[in-house]
């Protein structure tokens, strides 16, 4: 049987691994925590993680499946991107690119961990080194902004790229494979934070160079009471994100419960049967 390994990407928002590794250390065999040596961000920025942190490794850690990897991952000239890809083709050689390396960052909250891992034993198969790339895609759910008793949440998924059996990163997780969806979600924590938090993400992601002007504006004004008469909330492209949901809960795990509450969250199986029969149709003869 092969492993399931997990990656997740540590930087200035370190302290969300405290809500995102518990999702899926029963059902990992082994966690990486990839850590800049120079607490460098991409941008070249630095950052502190508190030792405050470590402690609470070490007490959650019981059955010794956290492991920290430190390397160079901020290289001066490379863009944030170049910097990002390089470091998560970095992270899946240290995992092992014969196990089933997944990679997720620190505001990822895989809420079905454990029905995902179930699937991916069924397809040992990819793992073959005669098999073709393949990407494995799971669907996010954004959280735009934490309001009072609840979130705001973009209301379509996205596709999210969790894991492939030949990583060949060009954009972020993207590589040029097939993709195979599945039915399973994960909640990003890719917006709901302080404005202070939210300033320092956007200045320092992969993403920093294309964030839009009016973005931040709409951000702060957007509230429980107003939220369904604003449209196009998307920080690069406004109209990629048309409009919010609310969903009720104080917590992450009062959010999960709340959000699997609803009967539409889901997209259907003819939906994701039609998207891997188009995926299997294009990838064809390539």
């Not at 029963?26 to 990486?32: P, R």
């Not at 969806?181 to 993403?207: A, D, F, M, P």
Request: charged share 30%; aromatic share 16%; hydrophobic share 35%.
């Amino acid at each position: 049987m092969k492993k399931i390994h997990v990656g997740f990407l540590v930087s200035y928002d370190y302290d969300l691994l405290k809500k995102a590794i518990p999702f899926v250390y029963q059902d990992a065999d082994k966690i990486y925590l990839a850590i800049d040596k120079d607490l460098k961000t991409w941008k070249g920025d630095s950052f502190e993680i508190d030792s405050g942190f470590f402690d609470w490794i070490s007490d959650f850690d019981k059955e010794d499946k956290i492991e920290i990897y430190r390397d160079t991952f901020f290289v001066e000239g490379l863009s944030t991107m170049d910097c990002e890809v390089r470091e998560r083709l970095m992270l899946s050689n240290e995992m092992g690119i014969d196990n089933w390396c997944i990679q997720l960052d620190a505001d990822e909250y895989f809420i079905d961990f454990k029905a995902f891992v179930e699937e991916l034993k069924q397809k040992e198969n990819y793992l073959k080194p005669t098999k073709k790339p393949i990407q494995i895609a799971a669907f996010l759910y954004n959280m735009y902004k934490k309001v009072d008793n609840g979130y705001l949440l973009v209301e379509e998924p996205t596709r999210v790229l969790v894991t492939t059996n030949k990583p060949d990163y060009k954009v972020g997780r993207k590589a040029k494979q097939q993709i195979e969806y599945t039915r399973h979600i994960v909640l990003h924590e890719c917006l709901s934070r302080t404005e202070e938090e939210l300033e320092q993400k956007l200045k320092n992601w992969g993403h920093n160079t294309q964030v839009n002007d009016s973005f931040m504006t709409k951000w702060k004004t957007v509230n429980s009471k107003n939220y369904k008469s604003m449209q196009d909330f998307f920080y690069i492209e406004p109209e990629k994100w048309k409009n919010l949901i609310y969903i009720e809960g104080n917590t992450i795990h009062e959010l999960k419960g709340n959000l699997l509450k609803r009967k539409d969250i889901l997209p259907s199986k003819s939906f994701v049967f039609g998207k891997n029969f188009g995926q299997w149709f294009k990838y064809l003869f390539k």
